[in-house]
Every structure is written in C-alpha cells, then in structure tokens.
C-alpha cells in the first residue's frame, strides 16, 4: 500500500465523517424542532398538563441532544483510529498473496 492509496482512504473517510456529522446534526436539529412544536401545541391544549409536558419535553430533548455526541464519537474513531487502512492492508495481502 503506497501513500497514495493512504491519502485517498483519509480523504474519502473525512468526507464520509463530514456527511455522518452533517446528517447527525440536521436530524437533531428537525427533532428539536418538532419537540417543542409538540409540546406547545400539548399546552396550548390542555394548559393545566404543561409541568407534565414540560418534563416530558426536557426528558426526550436530552436523549435527542445526546444523539450527536454519540454519532461525534463514531465520527472520531472513524478519523483517528480508521479502520478502513486495515481492511485495506489485508485486502491488498490477500490479492497479491503475501
């Protein structure tokens, strides 16, 4: 495997790391969004229910946030302990046989 082949395994997994991150956060982002959406139409409903759905809202929100963080995590294990080298590396030994 030459440095060549090295270079082009980083830069296709730090687009693919760019996309995975991307996608993450847009999807947090819609779900925020319609959290809270939801919540206020549940207060603006029922108004005597909003400490209940307030709580609910927190709760889910923070499971929603936390999403990213575990995505950013795959993301930098992806980046810095990439495994598609190695795969490459054996690959490359199976093929021409050493």
Request: no cysteine; proline share 4%.
């Amino acid at each position: 495997m030459n440095a060549d082949m090295i270079a082009m395994i980083y830069a296709y997994t730090a687009v693919g790391v760019g996309v995975i991150l991307g996608a993450a956060g847009l999807g947090s982002a819609i779900g925020w969004g319609l959290i809270t959406s939801k919540t206020l139409e549940g207060i603006a409903r029922q108004p005597e229910l909003r400490p209940m759905l307030m709580t609910n809202m927190f709760i889910f929100a923070g499971l929603m946030e936390s999403f990213p963080f575990i995505i950013l995590a795959f993301a930098m294990w992806f980046l810095f302990a990439n495994p598609f080298l190695g795969a490459a590396g054996t690959a490359i030994k199976a093929v021409v046989g050493g």
